[in-house]
């Protein structure tokens, strides 16, 4: 029987890559710019869509110059639509260009286009940040929890942080049922990959082949 820190390391090995670092998005550098970035992808990866369609809705959106709060504000609605069309969100395309654009003016109003301004309003407090991120137009419950996901990695106060669908795949593996079981597994450091790696095994389906290869 395969032991945890060898599925841990099957884990990172196979789907070890974080969502932003496949975006390219730095994260590491909490500034406007990424954490913008990381919270249009978010919205969108919160959709019932699937995650190559957001993911790649996400990479067109800042291909085409999108990549902060004003100009995301300022894009013609109808550039927006055709982006999440060509991306596969045919059905959804005009709710979510208008998504965009109402969380960008609400992110301008409210903290000046800086999400660091959210953090600091919250008094860095993890409950208060995410009820924050709740009040944007798109972002759920589980849009919150995705932008927490990776994020932790400069918002320490979030650490450990390990959404629903994280949680059950690490169950399905017997890494534990807990936040603070799974955060005992890895480095501080790697535990944001280790988050990412868990949910992308999930989505392809992939727990069996982890065990097999563990």
């Not at 395969?2 to 590491?28: M, N, P, W, Y």
């Not at 013609?76 to 208008?98: C, F, H, P």
Request: glycine share 6%; charged share 30%; proline share 2%.
């Amino acid at each position: 029987m395969a032991s945890k820190s060898d599925i841990v390391q099957a884990l990172l090995d196979r789907h070890g890559q974080t969502f932003c670092d496949e975006l390219g998005i730095a994260i590491e550098r909490n500034e406007p710019a990424p954490l913008f970035q990381w919270l249009v992808a978010s919205n969108l990866f919160s959709t019932q869509i699937g995650f190559e369609h957001g993911a790649q809705a996400a990479k067109d959106l800042f291909d085409a110059g999108l990549t902060t709060p004003r100009r995301m504000f300022d894009s013609q609605w109808k550039n927006r639509v055709r982006i999440l069309s060509e991306a596969g969100y045919a059905r959804m395309d005009e709710k979510y260009a208008t998504y965009l654009r109402k969380m960008s003016g609400q992110l301008i109003e409210r903290y000046d286009g800086d999400l660091r301004r959210l953090r600091e309003a919250a008094g860095k407090k993890r409950e208060d940040e995410i009820a924050r991120l709740k009040q944007f137009d798109g972002i759920s419950k589980s849009g919150a929890s995705i932008f927490c996901r990776e994020v932790q990695a400069v918002w320490h106060e979030l650490y450990p942080f390990a959404d629903d669908k994280a949680l059950q795949a690490a169950r399905t593996l017997g890494l534990g049922a807990d936040v603070w079981t799974l955060a005992d597994l890895v480095d501080t450091e790697d535990f944001p990959r280790l988050v990412a790696a868990l949910v992308r095994a999930d989505l392809q389906n992939d727990l069996d082949a982890i065990r097999d290869a563990a």
